[in-house]
């Protein structure tokens, strides 16, 4: 069968080379979600069957949902991991600070950087970066095939939650014909879809379900209907004893509104506003619309987090790139 990821072969080769003989943390970015957490612990398990010294870091815990992929992969602190002198490869990553300005002051010449983001500019020694891919994980699962690296089951299950939960459950535009062959590939491994929908999907908390309520209640349209935006204030989270990692998903409620082209998602919390960006098309580019504040990340999906302003003066700009973006891509099209 072809090589799925030929033009990523040789680099790959060299990363496990590279790896040999050395002691390797696997690094994700902070606020995890399963293409971060699944592509490490796959990464991790991979490595570690090769006989490598490899564990995993992470600036922000693993999510509730997501700590049924983790099984026996070892996550340790970023201290332990610089006392240990570990090599460090950075995986669903845009930039280093992604995983925050200590991960990247403590890691600053990585020896890898895996990654499907857009705005990635090779950061690493060696760099496997697709923008065609719809996960990080997808990237990992096509090379451990071309590579001919045996997956077991748990690997498997990491990497098809990594795909699955970036893909939107295979809705996404990014999905192709490869992302489904390749998450065949998985469930032959023995990743077991039923048991991974039921932890992703079926585990909500009260909380969550009033957190939700609250964004919903605070949804507002604009520039013609085509954007929709919610706010979480801040003491949110006190309020309805949730914590970030609920609010995952929330965006896309107001993303999924008829008529509506991006859904956006702005919570303040800790000082710092932050904002969620979403698209049904990729032609609207909210990767370099959260560029404009200093974010990043996918055409159709993107973040940013601004510090030292008030909401007051933040929301009117924010409105008004959007609707700049809005008015673009309309002016553009036929």
């Known amino acids: 069968m072809p090589a799925l990821y030929p033009h990523l072969r040789d680099a790959f080769d060299r990363l496990l080379a590279a790896c040999a003989g050395r002691r390797v943390v696997v690094v994700g970015h902070a606020?995890?979600?399963?293409?971060?957490?699944?592509?490490?612990?796959?990464?991790?398990?991979?490595?570690?069957?090769?006989?490598?010294?490899?564990?995993?870091?992470?600036?922000?815990?693993?999510?509730?949902?997501?700590?049924?992929i983790v099984t026996d992969t070892p996550f340790v602190p970023l201290a332990t991991a610089v006392a240990e002198g570990r090599v460090a490869i950075?995986?669903?990553?845009?930039?280093?600070?992604?995983?925050?300005?200590?991960?990247?002051?403590?890691?600053?010449?990585?020896?890898?950087?895996?990654?499907?983001?857009?705005?990635?500019?090779?950061?690493?020694?060696?760099?496997?970066?697709?923008?065609?891919?719809?996960?990080?994980?997808?990237?990992?699962?096509?090379?451990?095939?071309?590579?001919?690296?045996?997956?077991?089951?748990?690997?498997?299950?990491?990497?098809?939650?990594?795909?699955?939960?970036?893909?939107?459950?295979?809705?996404?535009?990014?999905?192709?014909?490869?992302?489904?062959?390749l998450s065949a590939d998985l469930v032959e491994a023995g990743a077991d879809p039923a048991a991974m929908g039921l932890q992703l999907y079926e585990r909500e908390t009260f909380g969550k379900m009033q957190l939700l309520q609250r964004f919903l209640a605070s949804l507002q349209t604009f520039a013609d209907g085509r954007v929709c935006l919610g706010l979480l204030p801040d003491g949110i989270y006190a309020e309805t004893g949730t914590s970030v990692e609920d609010t995952e998903g929330l965006v896309d409620y107001a993303r999924s509104i008829e008529g509506v082209e991006i859904g956006v998602l702005v919570e303040v919390r800790g000082g710092a506003i932050k904002a969620s960006l979403r698209s049904k098309d990729a032609a609207y580019r909210v990767d370099k619309l959260a560029g404009q504040f200093g974010g990043g990340g996918h055409a159709c999906a993107a973040g940013l987090n601004v510090k030292g302003e008030t909401l007051e003066h933040f929301l009117p700009r924010l409105r008004a790139a959007l609707e700049t973006q809005i008015a673009a891509v309309a002016a553009a099209r036929p």
Request: charged residues 20%; hydrophobic residues 45%; proline residues 5%.
């Open 31 to 68: 606020r995890p979600d399963g293409d971060c957490i699944g592509s490490q612990v796959a990464l991790c398990r991979l490595l570690r069957a090769r006989g490598i010294d490899a564990v995993c870091c992470n600036p922000d815990a693993v999510p509730r949902r997501l700590e049924f």
């Open 90 to 181: 950075f995986v669903d990553c845009a930039d280093r600070n992604r995983a925050t300005e200590a991960f990247a002051a403590a890691f600053p010449a990585p020896l890898g950087n895996i990654d499907h983001h857009l705005s990635n500019p090779g950061f690493a020694e060696i760099n496997l970066v697709d923008t065609a891919s719809a996960a990080t994980a997808e990237i990992l699962a096509g090379l451990a095939r071309d590579a001919g690296l045996a997956t077991d089951a748990a690997t498997a299950n990491a990497l098809l939650t990594g795909i699955a939960t970036d893909t939107g459950q295979f809705r996404f535009s990014a999905t192709t014909a490869r992302t489904f062959r």
